[in-house]
C-alpha cells in the first residue's frame, strides 16, 4: 500500500517492523479470525503460530501474534522475530494472509483523546521521524479514506495514541 514511497527492497533489506523488543510487543501484529484459524493450525506455509484472542467493545475480535516465550535472554534490546518471517525472503505471508497493520506500517490508526488519527511510526529506519508531503499526499489521495473504513470494520487494529507519534491524518478534519 505504501510501495510508491517505501520500495519493497528497502523493506526486504530491513525487516525492523517484523522483530519485536519487549517494549514493543504492543506492536505485534494483528490477524483478523478467519486467517487466525488458518494459521493456528498445519497450513500452506508450514509455519503455525499461537495467538491470543483480543476481544473489542464493538466488531469482530482478533488474533494477537504470542512472541512473548520467545525471548531467550534478559536483555530489553533482545529482538524477537514474528513467527512468519523468513530471515533470507522476508515475509513469507501472501497478501490475503498479511495483517492489515503490517500492510500500512509504519502507519498506525489511532485513538487521539476521542479523535481517529492517522499517525506516523518515527522509528521506521526509511520513512524517518519526520511527515513526508509525498507520503501525505498519498493519504489524502485515497489511502486515508480507505484505512480509516478498515478502520471502521476492524477496531481492533485502533491503539491508543502514544506522544511523538506524528499525527498525519485526522478523521475529524478531513470530513
Ligand atoms: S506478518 Fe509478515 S509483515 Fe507482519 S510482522 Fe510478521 S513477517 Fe512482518
Sequence with gaps: MLSRV????????????????????????????????????????????????????????????????????????????????????????????????????????MNKGGELVIALTPTCPTIGATPRPELIALLKNGLGAKIFEYAKTHPYIIKEYREGFPDYLSLAREQ
Design 6 to 109: 517505501l520500495s519493497k527492497q528497502s523493506c526486504a533489506a530491513c525487516k525492523f517492523c517484523c522483530s519485536f523488543r519487549r517494549q514493543s510487543l504492543w506492536e505485534t501484529p494483528l490477524f483478523p479470525p478467519e486467517v487466525v484459524e488458518k494459521l493456528s493450525k498445519p497450513n500452506e506455509y508450514g509455519i503455525v503460530g499461537e495467538f491470543a484472542t483480543v476481544e473489542t467493545p464493538q466488531g469482530p475480535s482478533a488474533g494477537r501474534l504470542v512472541l512473548e516465550d520467545k525471548f531467550r535472554t534478559d536483555d530489553p534490546e533482545e529482538e524477537v522475530p514474528c513467527t512468519f518471517l523468513d530471515p533470507h525472503k522476508g515475509c513469507i505471508l501472501k497478501a490475503e494472509d498479511k495483517p492489515f497493520d503490517c500492510s500500512i506500517w509504519p502507519l498506525r490508526v
